[in-house]
C-alpha cells in the first residue's frame, strides 16, 4: 500500500518538476528542478527494485551532469540575454502540437493491456548480480558496440584536444 503512494508521490513530483524546468524564468532555478525531476526518476527505480540503476542515475545524472549543467549556466550567464518574443502562429502551433501529443498519448495507453509478472528472477532484475548476467549475456554486442563508441569518443576527444603544433 506504501508502494502506491510512494509511486504517485515521486510521479507528481517528477512531472512537477519537468514542467518547472519549462516554466521557470531563471536557468538555474531550471537546472534545479531538472536535478529534482532525476531524484524523482531514481525513486521510480528503486520502487522497481533497481537499487543498482537508481544509484547510477543519481550519481551520473542528479551529480556529474548537473554540475556541468550549473556551471554552463553561470559561466554562460543567461540571466543576461533578453528573450526574443516570439510571433502567435508559433504560440498557437505549440497549443495544437501539445494538444495533438497529448490525444496520441491518451490513445495509445487506452489500449495499453499491463500484465503483471510476479516472477522471482524477472522482479529482481535491477540487482547489480542479475543486471550483470543479463548485459553480459543476452545484451552483449549492444554492450560491446557502445563500448567501442566510447572509446572512439575519448579518442576523438583527445585529437580535438591535442594541439597541431606538437
Do not use: C, W
Request: proline letters at 1%.
Amino acid at each position: 500500500m506504501l508502494t502506491k503512494y510512494l509511486f504517485y508521490f515521486f510521479s507528481i513530483l517528477a512531472i512537477f518538476a519537468s514542467v518547472m524546468v519549462l516554466m521557470s524564468k531563471k536557468p538555474i532555478h531550471s537546472v534545479l528542478y531538472l536535478t529534482l525531476a532525476f531524484l524523482a526518476i531514481a525513486g521510480h527505480f528503486i520502487l522497481l527494485n533497481a537499487q543498482f540503476i537508481a544509484i547510477v542515475n543519481v550519481i551520473v545524472y542528479a551529480g556529474a551532469i548537473m554540475v556541468l549543467f550549473l556551471f554552463t549556466v553561470m559561466l554562460l550567464n543567461l540571466n543576461i540575454a533578453i528573450e526574443h518574443q516570439k510571433s502567435n502562429l508559433i504560440k498557437i502551433t505549440a497549443v495544437i502540437a501539445a494538444g495533438l501529443l497529448f490525444v496520441t498519448i491518451t490513445g495509445a495507453t487506452k489500449k495499453l493491456d499491463i500484465v503483471y509478472n510476479h516472477n522471482q528472477v524477472v522482479t529482481q532484475i535491477g540487482m547489480v548480480k542479475n543486471l550483470g548476467k543479463i548485459l553480459f549475456s543476452d545484451f552483449r554486442l549492444p554492450f560491446e558496440v557502445s563500448g567501442i563508441l566510447f572509446l572512439s569518443a575519448m579518442v576523438g576527444t583527445v585529437m580535438l584536444g591535442k594541439k597541431t603544433g606538437d
